[in-house]
């Protein structure tokens, strides 16, 4: 059972850690660096919830082991709003449509439309339910979410217009 | 009877944005898992992976030889110690037997998942790691996994101690006016309606850490769950803790959807492992554990049997309704029983009705409440109609219009002793077919049908009872609070996991207080500030907690008031408060501020010495009997000849929950709770084997819908005063009630194209396929 | 859920990852995305004592075109599915990895690791076996070519040694005018195929079949090859194929042992493959005849 140090950039910031090869990035952003805001529904990687971006894609955290993350910059649900707290065009889209109720889902739903977005700034309807469909909500029927998606879409394109 | 034009006030009845919401999009949430103690150490279980055996010997010792590991705890050193792991409601004058309940099985395991060792350690990886190396010598015994096997003759007993595998039977004497019905009606159709086993799968599975201070004999309790008062009391009877020195708290709650209602085993027995040890323990259920372990729901058979006369009017009903409880249900036996056949009649007028209602156990996992816990009545009878309607030779809308209760017939008494008052069925069943453009999707189908494509259309209408009078749950206090610096808090002992109360509650006080919206918060979750409190479920916030809401901030509203008279030299009802401010009527300028007014009152000379000095109040409210509210659902699907997959096309409610507090979060209910009722028809379905291993443990298996598969609701509101102070009515569950037959009468049609008959879900593309297949399609 | 203890390797070199592996024998797994490996660990479904890592080795990294199409094995599937080149050179691989689970899972996921971890249900091992790939391994004592055909022996099972490496994977580049179909039945969007079908038709310049590769996935405990339907459809003009195909359909449903399994049955699959055959070769008949659909 061994244990690896490894040193990574989280939300701009370097980070260092000593971490067993079995612990999953997940829990050492949860436990070594306090990050709870990426949260764990399935641990086996189907609902979504723990995605972060890793190098600026969006990845599982629960399927990646926390030494592979060595030398990488990631970025979590804490690292997608402005320092000051000012929420990304996409949390205030999520905000504005009801895009989200009890909230476990949230933070995976965020960095994925995030990511989603930057590959697709200008998606169909279908596209975004494609697009979001690695992600499990259980309490909006989705119907928020992907409203808030078009509205972010929208709003971040205006804002690369102007 | 219908008012569409109550109207919305400053507040109440718009569509605010949700105060829960900058701090769950970014992160700063705080879940169960995401609170730390000092000394916290982590549990696992160690569960059976037979579904009934008996246990000839527990080796725990490898397991505690391991580096890490604190404690390896059986039903030797627990069960003991346990006072009653019911529920408050079942604690006394319990309306059914209540299941055996034990910490952890010494005996015998009865179900897969039956936890019979708690692994407590350094880690939660370490404690399943020893959780591997705790070895349980067992002697399988036969099992019985399903409704059928356990009514069988000669069924191995799930609880010996009750002595039959049927500890509620609940027959009505037999009637021969049904039965003369019966024999002399032009139609009659009798089916056997199944509804398979499909579970709640909150996003965030159950998590509790406890931690008990011998010196101080203080048992301090975070808990995932939808009621931390009902907790409280039960984890003190549990421990023989005074509930005073118990303290539950919840902090955010990722979803609960009648799982986290009642306290759950597992919990209960890692804070009777904390009180035993002396330590403070968290246990966070991992997702198989959720799947296998935590409640199951649904799972019920009927034979349904209607008599009609030849225009298709309904004479008679017969409704024979079994329920399967599994082995350790959560909250009594975790069903509702006969208020199942007590609400079958639902919307319609039926003279007369014969039923019987029986619980059974089984060696599966224990049932437990799940949005709409007896919503199986409407699924049976909206199924059992739309086979009617095909017998008769009418329309599904049409034998709906023929048998619906009017506005006019209210109050209407059901058969079976229901009464119905200001519901819209009828309404709504017009508004929703128009909506979706019933008449216009019958002459697509017929198209679509010339070319060979299955399309079909399904109504799913129901009248849903909310803020039930039962006991404690029809009751609730809230206290408000002006404070000194002229804000507002509510303290409520409702439990939000989704529903947006701090947001809808902050509504009512903003309203009835007249302050600005964000001058108010919400505080709920913690027995230690709240009022006790049932807890959120069964419908029952807006109505219970929010006219106790709207009471507590009028008695505020006349203290300040009353002390501003005092400072603005005015009589009280000269005065008027809106925007935090207390002015004369007529004379703006005369004013003071609610923060003025609070000083005024927290310091020495503020006010006349004969003004009453208190700046909060509470207000109860009692439901005065139960509050219907009522919808429509209809969808379109078009079924796919070769895979048999099922495409939702439109999908329209039409909903009557009276006066809504905020829009938003009344469509966000109704559009989740249709992804759930989508979900249990197509795609979800929790399966055990003929020996009871279960077989769906991981969302690779158990399918919940994604936003692909879920489809854009429409919604139509139709407003009837709720007959309570603030005219609302409950409206949380009825989602996940009239979506399982609308969408399944929606397949059901598309297969009648070419006589094809389906009576059992889920509707998996093979059951959909065989079904063609038999019909010759 | 968390995974029994374990010791992670990375090494630098395939060099150094075959001596790993050689040294630790069946209690060592190459670890690639991990997107199948790390949640049967989690489960503890399977357990192994060492994890050789080869996702950051960079020489199994790389796309190039060379006469064949050759993708090194720790390639992420998303890189391989956004890649020009491979759209180009070989259209079915790049219409294939879209259907591999979500976009998060092709962010990690890598094309070797698809193809070595040899789930039936998965598409890229359908792939590579209908288009006669090529499948380069290295281990302690050297490299080997194998082909497709003899590399999935079952379930998760293939022709690798416990200390092998799958290192690359070469796709033959088709020249003429050609067509590429995925087709497939899932209960979900992003789920396991139920049944799938990948099809690629490549016309001469007489309009004739000049080469047809269907392989099914999610049907039998290794991925399938319908030569059945490929040679009733090879040398055929695109009026006689189209006119065929519903024959040609059939007879990939006989191909194979269906399995039985929670989501389906045997005859389901049958019945289902039969369908998306036909439909995945129509669309790539069309599309190589220059028709759009």
């Known amino acids: 059972m061994s244990e690896h140090d490894v040193r990574l950039t989280v939300n701009g910031a370097r980070q260092r850690g000593r971490v067993e090869s079995r612990t999953n990035l997940a829990d050492f952003l949860r436990e070594d660096l306090g990050l709870t805001g990426t949260h764990l529904a399935c641990e086996h990687g189907v609902c979504g919830a723990c995605t972060v971006l890793v190098d600026g894609r969006a990845v599982r955290a629960c399927l990646m082991l926390a030494v592979q993350a060595d030398g990488t910059e990631v970025t979590t649900v804490e690292g997608i709003a402005a320092p000051d707290g000012t929420l990304s065009p996409v949390q205030q889209a999520f905000m504005e449509c009801h895009g989200l109720q009890c909230g476990f889902c949230t933070p995976g739903f965020v960095v994925t439309v995030t990511a989603f977005l930057e590959a697709n700034p200008d998606p169909t309807e279908a596209e975004i339910r494609e697009g979001i469909a690695g992600n499990l909500c259980r309490c909006t029927g989705y119907q928020g979410i992907v409203e808030a998606v078009k509205l972010a879409a929208t709003r971040l394109r205006e804002g690369v217009d102007a | 009877m219908s008012d569409h034009g109550i109207g919305a006030g400053r507040y109440v009845g718009q569509a605010v944005q949700r105060k829960e919401d900058p701090r769950l999009l970014t992160g700063h949430g705080r879940y169960v898992d995401d609170v730390t103690v000092p000394r916290m150490l982590h549990a696992a279980f160690v569960r059976s992976d037979l579904a009934a055996a008996t246990i000839r010997s527990i080796d725990v010792s490898e397991a505690l030889a391991l580096d890490g590991v604190v404690a390896v705890l059986t039903g030797h050193d627990l069960n003991g110690i346990a006072g009653s792991m019911q529920p408050s409601m079942n604690v006394e004058n319990s309306p059914f037997p209540c299941a055996p309940l034990r910490p952890l099985a010494v005996t015998d395991v009865r179900f897969v998942g039956d936890p019979v060792a708690l692994v407590v350690a350094e880690s939660r990886a370490v404690a399943e790691d020893a959780a591997e190396l705790v070895f349980v010598d067992y002697e399988p015994t036969p099992a019985v996994a399903t409704i059928e096997a356990a009514l069988a003759d000669g069924a191995p007993l799930v609880h010996p101690e009750f002595g039959t595998n049927v500890p509620v039977d609940f027959p009505m004497p037999a009637d021969p006016e049904v039965e003369a019905l019966f024999a002399s009606a032009a139609h009659v159709v009798e089916h056997r309606i199944v509804q398979h086993r499909y579970n709640p799968v909150p996003m965030e599975p159950r998590g509790v850490i406890a931690g008990y201070d011998n010196v101080t004999g203080e048992l301090d309790v ?135 209602s029986r619980i059974v156990c089984t060696n599966t996992c224990g049932r437990g409440a799940y949005r709409g816990p007896w919503m199986f009545e409407t699924t049976a009878r909206e199924e059992i109609l739309d086979v009617a309607a095909r017998a008769v030779g009418i329309d599904p809308r049409e034998i709906r219009r023929i048998n619906v209760v009017a506005d006019d017939d209210q109050p209407y008494n059901t058969a079976t002793g229901m009464m119905f008052e200001r519901v819209t069925p009828a309404t709504t069943l017009e508004h929703a077919t128009q909506v979706i453009d019933y008449d216009g999707f019958r002459a697509t189908q017929a198209a679509a049908f010339a070319e060979g494509r299955l399309l079909g259309i399904g109504i799913g209408l129901y009248i849903e009872p909310t803020s039930s009078p039962a006991g404690s749950l029809g009751v609730e206090a809230a206290k408000v609070r002006l404070e000194p610096g002229g804000s507002v808090t509510v303290f409520l002992g409702t439990a939000a996991h989704g529903q947006s109360i701090e947001t809808t509650m902050a509504q009512v006080v903003a309203e009835h207080l007249g302050v600005p919206y964000e001058q108010v918060a919400v505080i709920q979750g913690d027995t230690d500030r709240t009022p006790f409190g049932g807890g959120t479920g069964g419908s029952r916030t807006a109505v219970i907690a929010g006219n106790a809401t709207r009471l507590a901030a009028q008695r505020v509203r006349e203290k300040v008031v009353e002390v501003a008279a005092h400072l603005l030299e005015a009589a009280p009802e000269d005065l008027e408060v809106a925007d935090g401010r207390v002015a004369v009527r007529g004379t703006p300028s005369r004013a003071v501020t609610l923060a003025e007014v609070a000083t005024a009152v927290h310091n020495v000379g503020g006010v006349a010495v004969d003004v009453p000095r208190v700046l909060e109040a509470t207000g109860r409210y009692e439901t005065q009997g139960m509050t219907w509210s009522n919808a429509c659902h209809v969808c379109t699907v078009e079924v796919d000849r070769v895979t048999g997959q099922v495409t939702i096309g439109r999908y329209v409610v039409s909903e009557d929950c009276g006066r809504m507090i905020n829009p938003m979060v009344v469509e966000g209910q109704v559009q989740g709770g249709v992804a759930q009722g989508v979900g249990g028809v197509l795609y979800e379905h929790f399966v055990y084997d003929d020996d009871g291993n279960p077989l769906t443990t991981t969302f690779l298996d158990y399918l919940l819908p994604t936003a692909v598969e879920v489809p854009r609701v429409e919604i139509d509101h139709v407003v009837t005063d709720g007959g309570n102070p603030s005219g609302v009515k409950g409206m949380g569950e009825g989602g996940a009630i009239g979506s399982v037959p609308a969408v399944f009468n929606a397949v059901a049609d598309a297969l009648s194209l070419v006589g094809a008959t389906v009576l059992d879900q889920p509707l998996t593309p093979l059951r959909v396929v065989e079904a063609l297949e038999a019909a010759g399609a | 859920m968390k995974a029994a203890p374990f010791d992670h390797h990375a090494p630098e070199s395939v060099a150094d990852a075959a001596a790993l592996l050689a040294e630790h024998g069946d209690e060592a797994k190459v670890l690639a995305g991990g997107q199948s490996l790390l949640p049967m660990l989690a489960m503890r479904l399977t357990r192994f004592e060492h994890l050789v890592d080869v996702s950051r080795v960079p020489e199994l990294h790389g796309i190039t075109t060379d006469g064949d199409l050759r993708i090194g094995a720790s390639t992420p599937q998303a890189v391989a599915e956004h890649d020009p080149v491979v759209a180009d050179a070989v259209p079915l691989v790049a219409r294939a990895i879209p259907h591999i689970g979500h976009f998060q899972i092709r962010n990690r996921g890598t094309v070797g690791g698809s193809i070595a971890h040899a789930d039936p249900a998965s598409e890229l091992p359908a792939v590579a076996l209908a288009l006669d790939a090529v499948l380069e391994v290295a281990g302690a004592t050297g490299t080997r070519e194998i082909a497709a055909t003899d590399f999935f022996e079952g379930t998760w099972s293939t022709a690798l040694a416990d200390d092998e490496i799958l290192t690359g994977v070469r796709f033959p580049v088709w020249t003429g005018r050609q067509g590429a179909a995925v087709r497939e039945v899932a209960r979900r969007s992003g789920d396991f195929a139920i049944a799938g079908v990948a099809a690629a038709v490549e016309l001469d310049a007489a309009d004739r079949v000049a080469r047809v590769a269907v392989g099914l996935f999610g049907v039998a405990s290794t991925p399938v090859r319908a030569s059945a339907t490929e040679a009733a459809l090879t040398g055929a003009s ?40 036909q439909t995945a070769l129509t669309a790539a008949i069309q599309e190589a005849s220059g028709v759009r659909a």
């Open chain 2, 222 to 356: 975070w808990l995932s769950t939808q009621g931390p008062h009902e907790a409280r009391l039960t984890f003190s009877r549990l421990t023989g803790v005074p509930e005073q020195h118990v303290r539950v708290r919840m902090g955010d709650v990722g979803g609960g959807f009648g799982q986290k209602f009642f306290t759950g085993h597992d919990e209960q027995v890692v804070v009777l492992a904390a009180k035993h040890l002396g330590r403070a323990i968290k246990w966070i259920e991992d997702r198989r554990e959720n799947l296998l372990a935590a409640t199951h729901s649904r799972s019920d058979l009927a034979d349904v049997a209607l008599a009609l006369d030849a225009d298709g009017r309904i004479l008679a009903a017969k409704f024979d309704h079994v329920e399967d409880a599994g082995a350790f249900p959560v909250g009594g036996l975790g069903g509702v029983g006969p208020f199942v056949s007590m609400l079958f009649p639902g919307p319609y007028r039926i003279p007369k009705i014969w039923w019987r």
């Open chain 3, 238 to 277: 695109v009026a006689e194929a189209t006119a065929a195909l519903a024959d040609a359909a059939l007879a990939a449903a006989d191909g194979f042992d269906a399995v039985d399994d929670l989501h389906a049955t045997g005859a389901y699959r049958r019945r289902v493959t039969t369908h998306l055959v």
